[in-house]
């Protein structure tokens, strides 16, 4: 009988006949060798019970390999005088097995809690390790060969370049996904296609290193599909270390492991590389692509390298980590930004999170070959350049969660190659959205709209005709929504916080946006999402979210026939909801 089923049921099979083949072939007699070769493979087997359960991409090559296993374990051949011989076979093929296996392998670690304590706390831990010699044995185990082999079973090089990248972080560290995305974008590591925008291919593969099991997702088990932030297995940190020494990728110190300044890149860990050369003996500024800052927090008065900087590509100054608490502070703002109009190579400049830097200088329109600007929750920023006009490159601003900027600058409606603009102030009317119906590129928008905007302007976001994410967030009691009378239909997402309205508008009927999928309201007034349009139901929307609102009533699946995701989080003694056809 054929045991083409799931694999780990096939093995229960194949270790039942196994033992029954071991106690015919040594019924006579027993023979040492033929019992150590039967219980050899037996362990085999039991070994690989715990990984099937995420070989799933993988399960027809196993089961395939198994039916082979099948032939080679059939009753008949325990009986057969060549036994020692088909047995020999028979681990050839178990060895085929364990090759598939290594694919997903490096998915089965431990489970663990992201870091908590600190990379001062996991550096003393690594030194004990190695006085214990405990680190060598890992480096040296076969779970590490496995991981290796893992790595080495990447068919993609553009895969595995990316992947060495993450290298350079403390162990156990909470990793937004955006700037390491943003990184591989600077550097070249992914780029646009035919079919793709750059940041698509980045987000492809960054799916490829979930699906392998490289690395974590850090999210709500039940939105696996909206991934922001992950954290790199330990295990797999340290075979990326091994990787990345061994093709000159980067170099590392002696425990903790930390990533080594190099001809291309250069790291920032301690406040005195912000104060000296951040390039080693022989080694040159100019030369740099890559500036990356680890873990310093504290940016000093010092910092002469910037302005050798010739060829960088990337400079990621900002927090890349999940936490929005960790803070990075500059204390001379002219310092480190005046230097940045000479870097016309630069494609990627990061500030995220970086306080005290209240103006953007000038001299930042210099930076001719920008592509990506993240000024994400600088919250002392009040100022950019007048006209930006001059960063033609330009694919992303984000500048949301800059509270203080209360206008956008002239020029961006015609940085033509925008896809991605956050924190879009509705303020004078140097730029107004109408402008940005310029920009046939623009696929996402974030909007602040305030008291003192100009509301008028959101009339204009129906021409805004290719766009596919929208988030409006409105602030202060007196903001409206009476000049907004349509959206794109375009649209395939849309967020809107702290909504002024109680009662749906016509804009927010299912007949005006037929192709959403994802419905997002958080905060405001809203108290029902009952509609009067013809077309009750939102015939496309999967995924919807409800969150701070309050004497709220949803009859979900009436209004949402096809969502798969459903999360409210409203106040439970004043909402009420309907649970019609179950």
Not at 187 to 208: D, H, P, R, S, Y
Not at 232 to 251: S, T
Not at 491 to 520: G, H, I, N, T
């Amino acid at each position: 009988m054929s045991i083409r089923k799931k694999p780990e049921e096939a093995v229960s099979v194949l270790l039942g006949r196994l033992k029954k083949g071991k106690e015919a072939a040594t019924e006579d007699a027993v023979d040492s060798c033929l019992v150590s070769k039967f219980n050899e493979i037996e362990k085999e087997l039991n070994g690989m019970k715990e990984f099937y359960p995420k070989i799933k991409s993988w399960e027809k090559g196993v089961t395939d390999q198994f039916c082979a296993l099948e032939q080679g374990l059939d009753d008949d051949i325990f009986k057969d005088p060549e036994i020692s011989h088909k047995l020999d076979l028979i681990k050839d093929d178990i060895e085929k097995l364990k090759s598939l296996i290594s694919k997903v392998d490096i998915s089965f670690q431990p489970n663990y809690e992201p870091a908590t304590r600190g990379y001062d706390h996991d550096q003393t831990v690594s030194e004990e390790w190695v006085n214990l010699g405990i680190e060598d044995k890992i480096f040296e185990s076969k779970g590490m060969s496995r991981l290796l082999a893992s790595f080495h079973c990447v068919e993609s090089p553009q895969v595995k370049m990316c992947l060495l990248c993450l290298s350079i972080f403390p162990e156990k560290s909470v990793i937004k996904k955006k700037p390491i995305i943003y990184w591989w974008m600077g550097e070249g590591l992914v780029a646009k296609n035919n079919n793709q925008t750059a940041e698509e291919v980045g987000e492809q593969v960054f799916q490829q290193l979930i699906n392998q099991g490289f690395i974590k997702p850090n999210i709500d088990p039940q939105a696996k599909w909206s991934v922001n932030s992950f954290v790199v297995y330990p295990w797999v940190r340290r075979m990326l270390i091994i990787v990345a020494k061994e093709n000159g990728f980067l170099q590392f110190t002696t425990p903790p492991r930390r990533p080594l300044n190099c001809k291309r890149r250069a790291f920032l860990w301690q406040e005195n590389d912000t104060y000296n050369s951040i390039v080693s003996d022989g080694e040159r500024e100019q030369d740099l692509l890559t500036v990356f800052n680890v873990k310093v927090q504290y940016l000093g008065t010092r910092i002469d390298w910037l302005a050798k900087l010739k060829k960088a590509e990337v400079l990621q100054m900002g927090r890349w980590q999940n936490s929005a608490t960790h803070h990075i502070e500059v204390e001379d703002q002219a310092l480190l930004l005046n230097d940045l109009g000479s870097q016309k190579k630069l494609k990627y400049l990061s500030l995220r999170g970086i306080s005290r830097i209240e103006a953007l200088p000038p001299s930042i329109v210099k930076l001719v070959s920008l592509q990506i600007l993240d000024l994400r929750a600088c919250h002392n920023l009040e100022k950019l350049p007048k006209d930006m006009s001059a960063l033609k490159n330009l694919t992303h601003l984000d500048i949301s969660e800059c509270y203080l900027l209360e206008s956008m600058p002239k020029g961006l409606q015609h940085l033509l190659d925008l896809q991605v603009l956050k924190g879009f102030v509705l303020g004078d009317i140097s730029c107004t959205i109408g402008d940005l119906a310029r920009i046939k590129n623009l696929r996402k928008l974030s909007i602040r709209v305030s008291n003192q905007g100009d509301t008028g302007q959101l009339m204009s976001l129906v021409g805004l005709s290719d766009l596919r994410i929208l988030t409006i967030s409105w602030t202060g009691e007196s903001s409206s929504t009476s000049s907004l009378a349509a959206l794109p239909q375009s649209l395939r997402k849309l967020d809107l916080r702290c909504v002024p309205f109680e009662a749906v508008p016509e804009w927010l009927w299912p007949s005006r946006l037929p192709d959403l999928e994802k419905l997002y309201i958080r905060g405001g007034k809203l108290s029902s999402l009952d509609h009067t349009d013809t077309d009750r139901e939102w015939k496309a929307v999967k995924f919807l979210r409800l969150e701070y609102l309050t004497e709220f009533v949803i009859d979900r699946h009436s209004l949402f026939p096809q969502l798969v995701y459903f999360k409210i989080n409203l106040i439970p003694r004043t909402t009420t909801i309907l649970n019609r056809g179950g």
